[in-house]
Structures are given as C-alpha cells and as structure tokens.
Nanobody, 124 residues
C-alpha cells in the first residue's frame, strides 16, 4: 500500500493561486492513474482532475477546466495540482488518490489509496 501526503493548501484571496503537492511513500506511484478530489463542508466528495501515469493525458471537472492543471513527476513520486484564478466556491479539503488501474477515472470509488487532505480556503 502506498502512503500519500498532501501539502500546499492555505488561505488565499479570490483570484489567487496555490500549488498543491501529493508525495507518495512506501511504494511508487507506478503506472496507476492519479487523481485529485475535493470535499466542501456538507457536500460529497467531488472529482477535480486525473492524470495518467505518463502525464500525457488528463481530465478535469468542468468547474475547474482552464483554471487548474494536474501533473506528475514519477521520479519524485509526486503529483501536483496547480490552481489558478481561485474562487470562493473552490474552498474545500483537497485529497489526492491513486486509482485502481490505468485510464482516466472520475468516480471516487475507483480510487484505492487516499491522502489525509489539505485545506484550501478562498476568501472573497
């Protein structure tokens, strides 16, 4: 089992940016698709972005498309989420996760290993 640790969250004003990181330990990220999800208070876990093992393919939720960018550095066992033009509705705990296989996946049920999350708060 791989351990995932997110970092980079914080408080930012609307229009600002944050770079979230997710570092794996215990095992490598391997060839699995990696994803970012988020959960706001009182809401369910929401898909944000996913990237294949090579980094050549990615998928985004419509709500973040054009503002967020997911990437990975397999040599560093790290996945990133660059968040730009942040909005108050982006406020949530952000989680990274390793999927159960290859291919781009949006359902949280298709991810097996999860980090503890990092809080992103966007003020208006």
């Amino acid at each position: 089992q791989v351990q995932l640790v997110e970092s980079g969250g914080g408080l930012v004003q609307a229009g600002g940016s944050l770079t979230l990181s997710c570092e794996a330990s215990g095992r490598t990220l391997g060839t699995y698709t990696m994803g970012w999800f988020r959960q706001a208070p009182g809401k369910g876990r929401e898909f944000v972005a996913a990237v294949t093992w090579s980094g050549s393919s990615a998928r985004y939720a419509d709500s973040v498309k054009g503002r967020f960018t997911i990437s990975r550095d397999n040599a560093k066992n790290t996945v990133y989420l660059q968040t730009n033009s942040l909005k108050p509705e982006d406020t949530a705990v952000y989680y990274c996760a390793r999927s159960i296989g290859i291919g781009l996946r949006e359902s949280w049920t298709e991810y097996r290993d999860w980090g503890q999350g990092t809080q992103v708060t966007v003020s208006s």
